[in-house]
């Protein structure tokens, strides 16, 4: 495996791999214990790969992280989230807090498609929620990403450091000198005033201000919708949800966004692909808006190159919602490409396509949609 080859001359303690979806994950797992021996591999499925030498999502791409000595190899810690994401969430926090000292920084990353007919997702929100009532009050960094074989949501499963599993989460938990610099891309811009969540079930939203939710998202886009179910929706539009002062000036990362899965039109629903919407919940129809999304992912990565300028770098590790890609997104310019080139040379650079993305939002880490999260770790001053 030509991928593996960087990694021989300092023989990693812990190898973090992204595959994608047209691998088979026992034939990599075989090579890797082939040419590296018995390694812990950590990670999974992902709907494409990101490297300072390109990118892709035609499947067939391998991301390799190998993590060498005490100082900054994580610990590893893996939990089931069957039958209950959110109890699953609570027994990985409190795993994590019995090895975690206060500031440590943690990567979770999860399997997320929970089944395929009707397709479910495993909920991020019940399992990121779950994890902060774990940790019973320690205070980490969490960042992370659930997982994805391709952009239809075909399918998920993660490495588990030995084998390959279906629903389940992973965390690592670095080392007290490891810190993280995260940076928010998002995208999105209101095209409606604000909103009542008038009725809701979980993820279905039914009523918008009183009215079948679907309706009134297709006056307000001008879109009909078609044989998709859907598709035009998630590939245009979210709904938002503005955090702090309504009232202030627009401001991208005020929101957090929640994608459509999916429409009934037999029920003038939509689906969000996370059920942490609730009753009387004030939102926003938002736009996925391209020409928005690259001002903001050259803005992250400016930003993130002036927070991250004299220090002690060790890798930056972009978690890119598939649905930023051009094959999904229209966008002329990949996004990936321009936080690729952007990014300060000399930083360790690496990312996966990921389905949901996890990172510090206003005090507290959450699911978002839609975004691209950019971290950097980093040896603490």
């Not at 990118?55 to 100082?71: K, Q, R, T």
């Not at 900054?72 to 069957?82: E, G, I, M, N, S």
């Not at 774990?134 to 960042?143: K, Q």
Request: aromatic share 6%; with cysteine; glycine share 14%.
């Amino acid at each position: 495996m030509t991928c593996v080859k960087p990694l021989l001359g300092h023989r990693p303690d812990l190898v973090l791999a992204f595959c994608g979806g047209k691998l088979d994950p026992g034939t990599v797992l075989a090579a890797l214990r082939d040419t590296l021996g018995d390694v812990p591999v950590v990670g999974g499925a992902s709907a494409g790969g990101i490297t300072r030498q390109g990118y892709g999502y035609s499947g067939l791409e391998l991301v390799l992280i190998g993590f060498s000595g005490a100082e900054v190899t994580p610990r590893l810690v893996v939990q089931d989230l069957l039958p209950d994401e959110m109890a699953g969430g609570a027994a990985l926090g409190a795993a994590v807090r019995g090895v975690a000292e206060d500031g440590a920084v943690v990567l979770l990353l999860f399997d997320s498609v929970a089944s395929h007919l009707p397709l479910r997702l495993h909920p991020a929100s019940h399992i990121v929620e779950g994890f902060h009532r774990g940790l019973g009050g320690r205070e980490v960094t969490l960042f992370g990403g659930g997982l994805l074989t391709d952009m239809n949501l075909s399918d998920s499963w993660v490495f588990d450091g030995a084998v390959l599993r279906h629903h389940a989460a992973v965390a690592l938990v670095f080392p007290p000198g490891i810190a993280v610099e995260t940076s928010i891309l998002h995208g999105c811009r209101p095209i409606s005033t604000f909103m009542e969540i008038t009725r809701i079930d979980g993820a279905e939203v039914y009523e918008l201000d009183g009215q079948p939710a679907l309706g009134v998202i297709e006056r307000m886009l001008g879109l009909r919708l078609g044989e998709a179910q859907g598709q035009e929706l998630s590939l245009v539009a979210t709904l938002g949800q503005k955090q702090g002062d309504p009232f202030a000036p627009y401001d991208e990362n005020a929101y957090v966004n929640r994608l459509i899965l999916r429409a009934s039109p037999a029920t003038g629903s939509v689906t969000l692909f996370e059920p942490d919407f609730f009753p009387g919940a004030k939102v926003q129809i938002m736009a996925r808006d391209n020409a928005l999304m690259l001002d903001s992912a050259r803005n992250g990565v400016a930003a993130m190159n002036r927070a991250i300028e004299g220090g002690d770098n060790l890798l930056a590790l972009y978690i890119d919602c598939a649905g930023r890609a051009s094959a999904r997104s229209g966008a002329l310019t990949e996004e990936a490409e321009v936080v690729r080139t952007g990014l300060a040379e000399g930083v360790p650079f690496a990312g996966f396509y990921s389905g949901v993305e996890i990172a510090p939002f206003r005090g507290y880490s959450r699911p978002l949609d839609w975004t691209g999260v950019l971290a950097v770790l980093r040896r603490r001053g």
